[in-house]
């Protein structure tokens, strides 16, 4: 189990490595740069070139990327060129938005996954079972987008029962505001994202009906639903956490669009505005955290999984 | 995933339906504009498009930070009214000599920044000197023909070296804002002006709030703090703006009319502006540099269609517009006429012209796709190359490379760009570049002005670049709001008068 654990964490610090060559020089690729945005239309060259001297872009690629590299293992995300404020401090000021919209959005997804996923298991080959089914199919192939559009119309013009747009400006000083500033987004990717996510529960869970262990308490005198919900259920719950741990890159993805769409203060919305200004030292930072975050996510989901599922420690 | 993307269009389309018919349904509830007495107390939260990527205003572009900070944070001897008129502002009055060699401000008195410190004449001689001797400054070249800046007693004395006709206007600009001498206030974030409001607290990403400057010289500002909303998305402004979130919604997208309008608490306040959307013609490439070619393009557009599309603005067919001086209907030099332009196209033997149309993505796509099927009409193929805004700085604006590019530019009096030959608009006339610079050696503003026009009438038929229209300021207004600017509102915003019942 350690050997597996030290070789698993070499992988991640690997990957993280490779992960930041890939964004440094991804990134190089735009054209464009924040220099010549400081200096706007009606700049000369000249203006020009000097911000661009001022702010180091004109040091060639290599230096720049050790610069930054050696930056991040001291612990030091680096600074905006633009702004001249910290990555880390900004990226700690919008991850209070964020992180809380992902909990939320995972929470509901669950909500709607799990109990509809294993009913629709259960219901297979029923008129409701396969309405269910189908449900999933059409609200997983819904974009964000037209999902938080017609809850906003719905809920926050019609009823106005929530906020249309925007985060408190207290913050969290107010926390009742905050969170229904962030439900209607978190709802909306929630639902989506669940609606995906109840379709791999019901095929766990039909998955896991026809195991021997299942059947033969079946056969043992519990009736299916019973036999399912004891024993079938566990390994349902397992291959979710890792199907979870998938999700989590699919709900960042799902926040840089309700973050724009509901105008809230978060990492996503600031990781599309540096991206439009260039500001690259910045957008890298915060890639390589979001990267690093889903890497150990996934990382974890597999220590656990190790830790709990028998058949994959005896497969050693 | 391409599966998703097909029910995402179709499902995109049926929103949208949705959502006009919805807002359509809705009776307009009884208009309660019956605008009590203003809230001194209020807070208006209005809402802006873009946001400054930091509050340098000697460094960084951005009519954002124009828009924010000048007249209500920053402000300079002289200012600007919204019908374009200059004011005295920290000036009492000015005099300028016969000669247009001497400009005099007296200095008022009792003036003080927001940290408290007074303002005197030696402020504005280094606030001036410093915009003047930092090339790196934005306008610093508007001070070009200063060659001193001098106190005595109460009053600042510039001297020209010659006379410079768009001398006061500039220091209505960032040219002549006044900052204390020996500040080290971080100005990326923070800022001490003299204006009547204070720059309380910027939240990057989402809002800047300024609060009433409670020691003010002059008449205080109508309202206790004004929050500025930054709000890319025409959708989330909208539905911030019917759920009450804001109380005044700029850069509006005029086509959303009816739905801002529907429930009877906003109300759109079209207003002069200076945008011009400009086509610019890259007369250095191919078939362009042929100026049969160039007009025929400009006589196949129909300027008003896109004014129609657009839902505001008026046509244009020069490159200066009716808030400046020099303006004069153009029309003549490109009228609206398909055959016409066919024929041009084939005397220049310009069959089967392909053409890229390169434009900053944030522009929508109404333009592009008017000027695709006009010119196709005519047998040019537009292709449409959609580029972020700084690719578009890169390719077309740093290195010209490009046949055609559309850009709003909504700067005012911005004339000298057709007097330059450097500029990405490529156009190279001698004879405009000399009236202009007479233009801006002109003692007498009559003088100026008629020497503009005839320098724009020959841009015109030069047919150095088309102008698609003349932009509108669009503004939604809450009806329980008064005093917000309708003129030029995306270049400039003055708040003072701003207030809410």
Same mark, same amino acid.
């Given at each position: ?91 700690? &000021? ?13 929470? !509901? ?35 964000? #987008? ?20 925007? @985060? ?22 929630? #639902? ?54 998938? &999700? ?14 509901? +105008? ?26 979001? /990267? ?25 | ?31 309660? +504009? ?191 703090? !004004? ?11 909208? +539905? ?9 919604? /700029?850069? @509006? ?12 608490? @906003? ?90 149309? /390169? ?88 003088? +100026? ?53």
């Amino acid at each position: 189990m350690i050997r597996y654990a030290l070789t698993r964490l070499a992988l991640l610090v690997l990957g993280l490595f490779v992960a930041s060559a890939l964004i440094f020089l991804t990134l190089r690729i735009l054209p464009g740069d924040v220099a010549q945005l400081i200096a706007g239309l009606n700049a000369t060259p000249e203006q020009v070139e000097a911000i661009r001297e001022h702010l180091g872009l004109s040091d060639p690629l290599p230096v720049q990327y050790a610069a930054w590299i050696s930056g991040v293992l001291h612990g030091d995300l680096g600074t905006s060129l633009l702004t001249g404020s910290s990555v880390a401090g900004e990226l700690a &000021q919008k991850a209070q938005v964020t992180i809380p919209l992902g909990l939320m959005a995972m929470t !509901v997804a669950i909500l709607v996954a799990l109990p509809f996923g294993v009913i629709s298991a259960m219901r297979r080959g029923h008129a409701d079972g396969t309405a269910l089914s189908i449900g999933a199919q059409t609200v997983a192939a819904v974009p964000v #987008v037209w999902a938080g559009m017609m809850l906003v119309v719905v809920f926050a013009v019609w009823l106005g029962w929530l906020p249309a747009q925007g @985060f408190p400006r207290g913050g969290w000083t107010d926390p009742g505001a905050a969170v229904r500033a962030l439900l209607l987004p978190a709802v909306t990717i929630g #639902v989506v994202e669940g609606a995906m996510l109840m379709r791999f529960v019901r095929s766990a869970t039909l998955q896991a009906t026809g195991q021997d262990f299942v059947r033969t308490a079946a056969a043992k005198g519990l009736t299916r639903t019973q036999a399912l919900l004891r024993h079938g259920l566990p390994t349902v719950g397992l291959s979710i956490i890792t199907v979870l741990g998938l &999700q989590v890159a699919g709900i960042i993805v799902g926040a840089v669009v309700i973050e724009q769409l509901f +105008s809230l203060p978060g990492i996503g919305r600031m990781l599309v505005a540096d991206v439009g200004n260039r500001d690259l030292p910045k957008v890298q930072g915060e890639l390589l955290v979001l /990267t690093g975050f889903v890497l150990v996510v996934g990382f974890v989901v597999d220590l656990v999984h190790r830790v709990i599922d028998p058949r994959q420690r005896e497969a050693e | 995933m391409p599966r998703r993307v097909t029910l995402a269009a179709a499902l995109v389309a049926v929103g949208a339906l949705l959502l006009s018919a919805c807002s359509a349904g809705t009776s307009p509830s009884p208009s309660d +504009s019956s605008a009590g007495p203003a809230d001194p107390n209020a807070s208006v939260a209005v809402r802006l498009v873009s946001e400054p990527g930091n509050l340098d205003i000697r460094q960084t572009a951005g009519a954002a930070l124009d828009q924010i900070l000048i007249d209500n944070v920053y402000q300079g001897l002289v200012s600007r009214t919204p019908q374009q008129e200059i004011v005295d502002t920290l000036a009492t009055k000015h005099t300028v000599s016969g000669d247009g060699l001497t400009y005099t401000f007296t200095l008022r008195d009792g003036v003080t920044f927001h940290d408290g410190q007074p303002l005197t004449p030696a402020d504005v001689v280094w606030s001036l000197q410093q915009v003047k001797a930092n090339a790196a400054y934005r306008d610093s070249d508007r001070l070009a023909r200063v060659s001193s800046i001098a106190a005595n007693g109460q009053d600042v004395v510039l001297t020209l070296s010659e006379p410079d006709s768009t001398l006061l206007w500039n220091l209505t600009g960032r040219a002549g804002l006044v900052l204390k001498e020996g500040d080290t206030i971080d100005r990326k974030t923070k800022a001490n002006g003299t204006g009547p409001y204070t720059l309380a607290s910027w939240k990057q990403g989402d809002s800047i709030t300024l609060k009433r400057n409670e020691s003010y010289w002059g008449d205080k500002a109508k309202a206790a703090e !004004v929050v500025l909303d930054f709000i890319p998305d025409n959708q989330a402004a909208l +539905s911030g703006a019917l759920a009450g979130e804001l109380d005044v919604v /700029t850069g @509006f997208d005029a086509t959303l009319k009816s739905q801002i309008e529907a429930n009877g608490t @906003f109300s759109l306040v079209l207003g002069a502006s200076t945008d011009k959307g400009t086509l610019a013609m890259n007369a250095t490439h191919g078939k362009l540099s042929d100026v049969r070619v160039r007009q025929a393009i400009r006589q196949a557009i129909d300027k008003k269609s896109i004014v129609q599309a657009l839902g505001a603005g008026q046509t244009l067919y020069g490159p200066i517009p009716e808030l400046d001086p020099g303006y004069e209907d153009l029309s003549s030099t490109a009228p609206f006429d398909p055959d016409a332009a066919r024929k041009l196209l084939a005397e220049a033997g310009a069959s089967d012209l392909t053409l890229t149309l /390169t434009i900053p993505a944030f522009y929508g796509t109404t333009v592009s796709q008017i000027l695709v099927s006009n010119l196709h009409d005519v047998g040019i193929t537009l292709k449409v190359a959609q580029v972020e805004f700084p690719t578009w700085l890169k390719d077309v604006y740093t290195n010209k490379d490009y046949d055609l590019s559309f850009v709003l530019h909504t700067e005012a009096r911005d004339f000298e760009n057709w007097a330059n030959p450097d500029y990405y608009f490529t156009y190279n006339n001698p004879k405009v570049q000399d009236l202009y610079a007479q233009s801006t050696r002109a003692t007498d503003p009559a003088t +100026s002005a008629d020497l503009l026009k005839q320098a724009a009438k020959i841009v015109a038929d030069d047919q150095a670049a088309d102008w698609l229209y003349n932009g509108a300021s669009v503004v939604a207004v809450g009806t329980n709001v008064t005093g917000f600017p309708s003129i030029n509102v995306n270049e400039r915003m003055d708040l003072a008068q701003l207030a809410k019942s």
